[in-house]
Antibody, heavy 121, light 107 residues
Framework: EVQLVESGGGLVQPGGSLRLSCAASGFTFSSYAMSWVRQAPGKGLEWVSSITGSGGTTYYADSVKGRFTISRDNSENTVYLLMNSVRAEDTALYYC??????????????WGQGTLVTVSS | EIVMTQSPATLSVSPGERATLSCRASQSVSSYLVWYQQKPGQAPRLLIYGASTRATGIPARFSGSGSGTEFTLTISSLQSEDVAVYYCQQHNIWPLTFGGGTKVEIK
């Protein structure tokens, strides 16, 4: 059974940093690209970032480019999202999601339960 | 970026009746269109990929159609457990984009 467990969310001040983690199990981690998708309170889904199975290629939404960094450790079956220079508009539930393939078919077959990030002073 | 527009925003349907949800892309996404279901308090779940292929374990009452810029998700006979928000997403061109969602309610 595929399991994705996010952690690392919490309250952070504007301009601060936070690192989210997503621990994966139940599949061959390095064979799948991974992504982060967020959902602001009461709002819809917004894609944030993706990384290929090898970790060699990354993609970012314009809203986070230059501030967030996605990475993965295939030996630890974990994907990360380092969030720098956070803003109030980054407040959201952050989901970790498994992509259908290693570097293509960029939609999400499995989702974690999310970790909440609140940006406030 | 490709803008995905879903309509209607809210759909009220009687149990057992058909529900038809629409998703329009601002430019062609070919068949790189998926649908997700998000029930209250839960993570999204993949329903349809490739515009018309049901994901594993999805009941046959859910069907998808369309290509290019116009797509439809149909629930042939609405059940109470289908109350949810439904999102479309394109993955033809970066950045990946979602529609704003259609909330399906029981009338």
């Amino acid at each position: 059974e595929v399991q994705l467990v996010e952690s690392g969310g919490g309250l952070v001040q504007p301009g601060g940093s936070l690192r989210l983690s997503c621990a994966a199990s139940g599949f061959t981690f390095s064979s799948y690209a991974m992504s982060w998708v967020r959902q602001a309170p009461g709002k819809g889904l917004e894609w944030v970032s993706s990384i290929t199975g090898s970790g060699g290629t990354t993609y970012y939404a314009d809203s986070v480019k230059g501030r967030f960094t996605i990475s993965r450790d295939n030996s630890e079956n974990t994907v990360y999202l380092l969030m720098n220079s956070v803003r109030a508009e980054d407040t959201a539930l952050y989901y970790c999601a498994r992509v259908r393939g290693a570097s293509s078919a960029w939609h999400f077959t499995d989702w974690g339960q999310g970790t909440l990030v609140t940006v406030s002073s | 970026e490709i803008v995905m527009t879903q309509s209607p925003a809210t759909l009220s349907v009687s149990p057992g009746e058909r529900a038809t949800l629409s998703c329009r892309a601002s430019q062609s996404v070919s068949s790189y269109l998926v649908w997700y279901q998000q029930k209250p308090g839960q993570a999204p779940r993949l329903l349809i990929y490739g515009a018309s292929t049901r994901a594993t374990g999805i009941p046959a009452r859910f069907s998808g159609s369309g290509s290019g810029t116009e797509f439809t998700l149909t629930i042939s006979s609405l059940q109470s457990e289908d109350v949810a928000v439904y999102y479309c997403q394109q993955h033809n061109i970066w950045p990946l984009t979602f529609g704003g969602g259609t909330k399906v309610e029981i009338k």
